[in-house]
């Protein structure tokens, strides 16, 4: 089992940063993909941003490009996204996901993830 705690999120205006946590605990090892997920209210979740735990490769959805950055504390087990030049259209409830699955590189169906965590709100005003 694995279990997730994101934390940092919060209100922003338009134009802000925020760095969003997941904090991993469990069995960390059996982790190959973490990504981060976002819900809106009246839309399904979207991928955001996803890191391969082993290789470091990392993909973003095209919306966060040069925007948002994912990176990794290994000695942590925390995941980050540091989300820059935010935007009303990010505003969304957060989520970290896992991947426990070896083979594969970074998918965006979140049904292909194995662990979430609770969410954390972020809210970006105009």
């Known amino acids: 089992q694995v279990q997730l705690v994101e934390s940092g999120g919060g209100l922003v205006q338009a134009g802000g940063s925020l760095r969003l946590s997941c904090a991993a605990s469990?069995?960390?090892?059996?982790?190959?993909?973490m990504a981060w997920f976002r819900q809106a209210p009246g839309r399904e979740r979207e991928f955001v941003a996803g890191?391969?735990?082993?290789?470091?490769?990392?993909y973003y959805t095209d919306s966060v490009k040069g925007r948002f950055t994912i990176s990794r504390d290994n000695a942590k087990n925390t995941v980050y996204l540091q989300m820059n030049s935010l935007k009303p259209e990010d505003t969304a409830v957060y989520y970290c996901?896992?991947?426990?699955?070896?083979?594969?590189?970074?998918?965006?169906?979140?049904?292909?993830?194995?662990?979430w965590g609770q969410g954390t709100q972020v809210t970006v005003s105009s």
């Open positions: 996901a896992a991947d426990i699955t070896p083979y594969g590189g970074i998918v965006v169906v979140s049904s292909e993830y194995d662990y």
């Open positions: 469990g069995r960390t090892f059996s982790i190959y993909t």
């Open positions: 890191l391969r735990m082993r290789a470091g490769s990392t």
